[in-house]
Structure formats: structure tokens, C-alpha cells
């Protein structure tokens, strides 16, 4: 199925202002601090190693990597807006030599030579609104041999559910079909994904699928929940900490995985 690139971008342009308030919260600032910590086990140790955060919108992992100290990431993205947004962070935080923000489409990345990095990942789900084949090979294409591609895709599962939730009967029957989801909330259509549609795009691309895991994996409990009882949940250190040694757990429970709200392929290039 093509997807469009017009409404992908049109739509992030126009939420591009509104975008980083989705990770406000105590919840979804834990899910980011869960990204880094599924990111930080793949990322080479060497600060100056070439990161490609592809799909990268307005620099939600970008700069806290930078804030690690990571000092050649490269954030590309197809809305100008986000990319804007993000540069306008990392200018107020002084990261700016270390971060470049280039528009640029994903499934294209002809202003990178072959095996430019070091470690790519794609977070954000933007591997269900555009040719995630042409991605993948481009990822291949980009990334060194033995490098890691950290990617993550949206989980079948979780949006059958909550289709099921609405008795949405039409979303229901495209979805168990096609693999389609067209949210009510989106101009564009998406590819959701089993995890066994993830290890077939992967091995169809000749790259080595090492590991899938959970990435939000109590999403559907905390979600449930208002804010203000997420902030007694998440009170001090101990309770991060607890509920991170859960997430580690769950996230690599093949049991639990489909019950995420997102899927994590580790991959690599042999
Ligand atoms: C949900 S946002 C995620 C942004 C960021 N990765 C994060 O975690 O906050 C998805 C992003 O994917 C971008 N995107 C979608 N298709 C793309 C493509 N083919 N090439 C580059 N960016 C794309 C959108 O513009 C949007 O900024």
C-alpha cells in the first residue's frame, strides 16, 4: 500500500507546536527515559560515534543523548516545523554543535554515503507511515557493519484493542485484514505490525534481527489512571526505579510483548 508523505508532513507541521506537550506528565516522561535506556545497552560507549535519529521530529531523544554527551547526531526528519522546534532546544541548551536537524526523508537518505554510521535508530513509530522496506534499506545502507538499528514499530495488537474498545466495526475488519489503521485522529494511514510482519520486513532486508522487545509496556495501566495518582506512583527515586526494573523485565517477556503499546527490533548489520 503507498502511504502519503504529503499528509505525514502536512499533519506534523501543524501539531509540530503541540507535539512535545504529548511527553509531558510523569508517565511519558518515564517512557522517554525508558527509550534512552533501551537505546543506551546498543549505543557504541565512544561519544563521538555518528548517531542517526532518523525520524528524529523535534529532538525528544536527540538532545538528551547530546545531554550525555554524544556529539555527532544526526536528526533527520521530513517536517521542517518539528525540525525547527528542535533546533530551537538545542540552541537554549547549548547543544547545538552536536546536533544537526536536516529535512530529509527516511526512505532516501542520498545526502549520506554508504556505512556513514555508527548506530541508527528510529523511534516514533514513523516506520508505520512511510515505505518501511526503502527505510530499512536505506538504514542498511548507512549504518557500519556490526552496527546496531534500534527500531520500533506500532504494535497490531494495542490499536486492535482499542478499535474493539469503539466496536469500530470498519477500523476492525481493515486492520484484521490489511494491517491498516487509519485512527480517527490522523489525515494519514499507518501499517501496524505483528511481530512476525517485523521479522519478515527485517529478514527480507538482509539485515539480522537479534531481539524484539516491549517499549511501553504498561501503557495500558498507567493510561487508566489520572495524573495526579501517577505523580504519588512516581515519587521519588525508589519508585522510578521500581517501575524501570518491572519495565526490564516485561519488555523482554515474549508473553507480555504483544501487550505493548509499541514493538522494539534490535537489528543488525553483519
Ligand atoms: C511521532 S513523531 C516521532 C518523533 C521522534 N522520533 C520522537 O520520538 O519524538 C514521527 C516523526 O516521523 C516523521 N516522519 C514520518 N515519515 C517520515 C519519513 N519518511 N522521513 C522522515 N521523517 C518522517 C514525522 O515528520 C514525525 O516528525
Known amino acids: 500500500m503507498k502511504l502519503s508523505h504529503e499528509k505525514v508532513v502536512e499533519e506534523h507541521n501543524k501539531f509540530a507546536y503541540e507535539y512535545d506537550s504529548y511527553y509531558t506528565g510523569r508517565y511519558n516522561e518515564f517512557v522517554r527515559e525508558i527509550e534512552l535506556d533501551i537505546l543506551s545497552e546498543y549505543l557504541p560507549k565512544y561519544k563521538t560515534v555518528k548517531i542517526l535519529d532518523a525520524a528524529g521530529g523535534t529532538g525528544g531523544l536527540a538532545i538528551p543523548l547530546a545531554e550525555k554527551g554524544y556529539s555527532n547526531i544526526f536528526c533527520v526528519d521530513l517536517a521542517e516545523k518539528m525540525l525547527r522546534i528542535g533546533e530551537t532546544k538545542a540552541l537554549k541548551k547549548s547543544l547545538s554543535q552536536k546536533i544537526k536537524f536536516i529535512e530529509g526523508d527516511i526512505t532516501k537518505l542520498s545526502q549520506f554515503h554508504n556505512n556513514y554510521f555508527d548506530f541508527t535508530f528510529c523511534f516514533g513509530t514513523a516506520l ?58 490522523h489525515a494519514f494511514k499507518e501499517i501496524d505490525f505483528r511481530i512476525e510482519d517485523i521479522a519478515a520486513l527485517i529478514r527480507k532486508s538482509g539485515l539480522k534481527l537479534i531481539k524484539v522487545l516491549g517499549k511501553n509496556t504498561m501503557y495500558q495501566y498507567f493510561s487508566k489512571i489520572d495524573e495526579k495518582k501517577v505523580n504519588r506512583l512516581f515519587k521519588d527515586k ?33
Open 238 to 270: 525508589d519508585d522510578v526505579d521500581f517501575f524501570m526494573q518491572l519495565d526490564k523485565k516485561l519488555r523482554e517477556d515474549a508473553s507480555f510483548i504483544p501487550l505493548s503499546l509499541e514493538i522494539v527490533a534490535i537489528v543488525k548489520k553483519m
Open 128 to 185: 508505520s507511515y512511510c515505505d518501511a522496506e526503502s527505510a530499512l534499506e536505506e538504514f542498511k545502507r548507512v549504518t557500519k557493519n556490526k552496527g546496531f538499528i534500534v527500531l520500533d514499530f506500532k504494535n497490531f495488537y494495542r490499536n486492535l484493542g482499542m478499535l474493539i474498545q469503539n466496536k469500530d466495526e470498519f477500523r476492525v475488519k481493515k486492520l484484521m485484514q490489511k494491517g491498516i489503521y487509519s485512527s480517527k485522529y
